[in-house]
């Protein structure tokens, strides 16, 4: 059974469906995803959760460009060696690194 994140004592909650979010490498946008985002009712964090399979778009794309004018949110910048050796991330990395959780 999936559920979703906890916040607070809380579930959080839907706040807005189909968020795009554009993944970074350096100052470069390099994939399109979709996601959901997630607040919570008591203290309103909000997070980036439930990623498609795969991204939407890839570089080089005018999709990126596009999603960034529509003021999509940026949430990672890939680091050389994770660029270098094709290392694989999972999202729930990516998301505690933006949030800052987590150390790079």
Known sequence: M????????????????GVEV?????ADPYQLWMADELECRECHRTILYGFGSGP????PSPELAEALQ???????ERTGAEM??????????ICARAAGHVRR
Do not use: D, N
């Open 84 to 93: 270098a050796t094709e290392l694989r991330v999972s999202w729930a990395q």
């Open 22 to 26: 554009v993944e970074m490498a350096g």
């Open 2 to 17: 999936l559920t979703r994140p906890c916040c607070c004592g809380f579930e959080m909650r839907v706040k807005e469906v």
């Open 56 to 59: 939407v778009a890839h570089r």
């Open 70 to 76: 529509r003021g999509a949110r940026i949430v990672y």
